[in-house]
């Protein structure tokens, strides 16, 4: 598993354009609406009695399976809306000038910062009921899954080799089986590969989602992410350190069971005629392979779903479509409706949050979001300059990276959240600045994109190259300069992509921490999102959300893709 | 052979392709093409790369619709990929993730046939083209030649009564090429092949003389039928037969006696800087060719065919090379032959300054564009340009792909010449480190 697949971030133009913010118009005006829809209906839902979280650690169990069972169940959420999502956008060209653009807004919304809207709808839509509660944290759990996976799936769909897409339609292949035999298999690695990343990250929100402050109602899902805040709340560190140990053990099966084996199983579908060096089958794998019963049972399926793939739905595709004569009055229809829906949206925001948001509140928004983004920076480049070192060291020996690459994966996919409180509980005891000591938490979790990514590129290093710089007598500052720095640029600015989108999020969460009674804040938009939430104060976390959120797209546009596109450029040849 | 029936299997009457430009006239890729084709011949589309061949064959397999003219399948106008017609690819176009049988049955599939049904034909057409045994493998874990045999199968097994082939040998070394092409043969005069009718697009004049019954030799800019010519030979053919090397040099006279006199494109006045596209070939290629040439046994003249044979290079690789030393004086192309000019023996005896004092001065009097680049570039107050807006420009008069191409080879023959200097980084031409500038 040593490919590290570039993340679906980076592809496309660079330059915000107008779908860009009629995008952001339409993401941000369905926040609002749900948060409106939900305003009225919180005092019914007060009622609401969730059986309180018994911290014996003999509860445990059920509660890391309550967790599990959440996770999957948004997992099967995103990749319906991938299925669904992906290929509506890349087989309509009009459809795809929208839904791509939200899509990458989507991507750049802090999402902790609207559980509390969605919350708030879900409850609207289930008063007084749990199923409210378990639907909004799944919710939640999804919309830290799906964007990435819906954007691998369909860059994977506009990218199908010319060759084979012509070989489908010459044998006249309905769009149904072309859909199954082409697009869904030439696909499949990337999408293997960020439904893992997606479940690796899903793990922080599905903790985080469990215990909501909203206002004055404090919602507690038996889970354990609620079995942590209620530690906190009680000051009983031993019942964190079980909850630690517990989520280490599905972690460990999450690893074992699900993410080895299907890794290991997308690789036939790779786009490859070479036969790579293919890595030893995990042994969940071998086993399926070599137990016979176990082989029936999985060639029984297969034959099904090749019966099943194989219907004759849809029709063979003509001619291929001619991109150059498109309909200009469909175009200037479509492009009417999307306008017309953006103002109104925009009106919509607009009112809200102008009943109670001057601009003082905008430029106090904008000010703690420069305060979180020099963290960000300031925390990036220190994991940087900690892991890089270590990553090309072990990179460089392979039977160390081999050892350390599995480990440093299953580290990324630990929620970061659960190792907050021992931190927290330093800070107090040690009186430390709040301002400099909570920031370590954001990267905490992502770090180990860093890293992992490090590893990865200096393992692929060219032999020759290695080899070359030796005969040479290239050392010290200089090699590092001339020689492996480049060579690992590509893989350490897509780790830290992945590393500084991921602690803009964790930033709602690790701004702001509690000990008791004790609550320790930092200046920053994180602790300004955390604190309205807590407030129930919906226009400034609308107000937050979507600051945080021009960060993010801003820095994206500005830093990360031109630094990705000038990496990848000058380490390759040709 | 069976004799040719009356109604010809498909037929192509006044083709034409072209893609439109806002701005400007039309770029041609294919004009005018009459083609019929009867039962039971195999007929070659011959021609350089970009002469429109590909094009043509992706029209008659309904995969792309041609701008203007009309293709009747079996007297039917066509309206899309028709049933009977496979297609070979030049890239095998193997489906990675679906075995050997799997991706043989794929057309069989798209059918709606039956497991058992599907099972049987693929069997049938496995063991003909001699792939038994490798049912279950992975294209991955075949060789070239075996994988084109798995697109040979999954063309052959829906008994398609064409069967298109896209240069089917070309990704192949030479050795498998020719058990690959022996074996094709073959099965064709055995009337073991479920087919009525092959037409392949190929580069290579000494296989399209080896396998059809007759040849469109095509012309580039814009791709037309040049000229057609019925091969005499009776099957098995031998390439060292007088006659089938008498056929072979004739072919290579056609397509050189047309390059030289061809014109720029039509549409454009030749003037225009922009209108003249260029082939990307090294200058160390061009170096080394005239040194070859200017070197016993040739001496300064050279027949093509041995001379491609003698530096193994297919004729579509070096046409390129002799055409260019053609445009830049350093060589004349007659009837088959190269012959060094006056300057292309200066060229080859002087060192390497002088050398490329000579190249610069070649393209300043005969590649128009350079000359352009660089007056663009003494204009500006810094010096610079950048390269898209040149592509712009070329592809105004030719097709995204030639435009590309001709930058390309200007970027890499000004570079050389130093007549400018190109930033990959910015893609913009300057004028940095080049003597004289300013």
Known sequence: ????????????????????????????????????????????????QVAPIDLSPRRLPEYALRTTLR?????????????????????????????????????????????????????????????????????????????????????????????????????????????????????????????????????????????????DNTWQLPGIGSYVAAALAERNIGAVFWAIFA??????????????????????????????????????????????????????????????????????????????????????????????????????????????????????????????????VVMIVLATLVWVPIGVWLGLRPAWARRVQPLVQFLAAFPANLLFPPFVLAIVTFHLDVDVFLSPLMVLGTQWYILFNVIAGAAAFPGDLREAAENFHVRGIHWWRRVILPGVLPHLVTGA????????????????????????????????????????????????????????????????????????????LG | MDAPVSTPLLRVAGCRQAYHKDSNADVVVLDDVDLTLQEGEIVALLGRSGSG?????????????????????????????????????????????????????????????????????????????????????????LSGGMRQRVGLARALVVHPDLLLMDEPFSALDVLTAETLRTDLIDLWIEHKLPIKSILMVTHNIEEAVLMCDRILVFSSSPGRVQQEIAVPFPYPRNRMDPAFRELVDDIYEVMTSRSLTRPTLPVAPADVPFTQPLHNVSTNLLAGLMETMAAPPYNGRADLPPLAAALQLEADELLPLGETLALLRFAELEEGDIRLTETGRRFVEADTDERKRLFADALRAHVKLIPAIRRTLDERWNHRASALRF??????????????????????????????????????????????AG
């Open chain 1, 1 to 48: 598993m040593r490919s590290t697949t570039q993340p679906a971030v980076l592809s496309g133009r660079r330059l915000p354009n107008i779908w860009d913010i009629a995008a952001l118009c339409c993401v941000v005006g369905v926040l609002v609406g749900m948060a409106m829809a939900a305003r009225g209906t919180l005092v019914p839902i007060d009622a609401l």
């Open chain 1, 71 to 215: 996770m999957f169940a948004a997992m099967a959420c995103s990749l319906l809306f991938t299925f669904t999502y992906a290929p509506l956008a890349a087989k309509s060209r009009r459809a795809g000038l929208i839904m791509i653009p939200v899509l990458d807004i989507l991507q750049s919304v802090p999402i902790l910062g609207f559980l509390s809207f969605t919350i708030a709808f879900f409850m609207s839509l289930f008063p007084g009921r749990v199923l409210g509660l378990e639907l909004a944290a799944i919710f939640a759990i999804f919309t830290s899954q799906a964007w990435n996976m819906a954007f691998s799936f369909y860059q994977s769909l506009t990218m199908v080799p010319t060759d084979l897409d012509e070989a489908t339609r010459l044998f006249r292949l309905t769009s149904w089986q072309r859909f199954w035999r082409l697009e869904v298999p030439f696909a499949m690695p990337g999408l293997v590969w960020n439904t893992m990343i997606s479940m690796s990250g899903g793990w922080f929100f599905v903790v985080a989602s469990e215990a909501i402050t909203l206002g």
């Open chain 1, 247 to 376: 989520m280490l053990l599905v972690i460990l099966a999450y690893d074992q069971v699900l993410f080895r084996p299907l890794v290991a199983w997308s690789a036939r579908f790779r786009f490859e005629m070479v036969p790579g060096a293919t890595a030893e089958d995990p042994w969940l794998l071998a086993m399926l392979r070599r137990t016979s019963v176990l082989r029936e049972a999985g060639e029984a399926v297969q034959r099904f779903f090749g019966v099943f793939t194989g219907l004759r739905l849809g029709r063979p595709a003509g001619y291929a479509i001619r991109r150059v004569r498109h309909a200009r009055a469909g175009d200037a229809v479509f492009a009417l409706a999307v306008g017309v829906a953006v103002v109104l949206l925009l009106r919509k925001v607009a009112g809200f949050v102008a009943l109670e948001l001057s601009w003082t509140d905008v430029g106090a928004a904008v000010g703690l979001g420069a305060i979180t983004m020099v963290r960000v």
């Open chain 1, 497 to 572: 992509i992945a590393a500084s989108g991921g602690s803009w999020n964790a930033a709602i969460v690790a701004e702001v921490a509690s000990w008791g009674d004790t609550h320790l804040v930092a200046h920053g938009l994180g602790a300004y999102i955390a604190q309205a939430t807590d407030a129930g104060d919906f226009h400034r976390i609308v107000l937050g959300v979507v600051v945080m959120s021009l960060y993010v797209v801003v820095f994206n546009r500005l830093l990360w893709r031109p630094l990705y596109a000038y990496a990848s450029r000058r380490a390759n």
């Open chain 2, 53 to 141: 061949k590909s094009t043509l064959l992706r029209i008659v397999s309904g995969l792309l619709r041609p701008t203007a003219g009309e293709v009747t399948w079996r007297g039917r106008p066509l309206a899309g990929p028709a049933p009977g017609v496979a297609m070979v690819f030049q890239s095998f176009a193997l489906f990675p993730w679906l075995t050997v049988q799997e991706n043989v049955e794929i057309g069989l599939e798209a059918m709606g046939m039956g497991r058992a049904e599907r099972e049987e034909l693929s069997e049938d057409v496995i063991d003909l083209i001699g792939l038994g045994g490798y049912d279950s493998a992975y294209p991955k874990e």
């Open chain 2, 391 to 436: 592509r712009e420009e070329l592809e105004d008069h030719m097709s995204p792909d030639y435009a590309e191409e001709t930058l390309l080879a200007a970027i890499g023959w000004g570079r050389y010449a130093e007549v400018f200097s190109f930033d990959e980084e910015a893609q913009q031409f300057d004028l940095e480190d080049i003597e004289g």
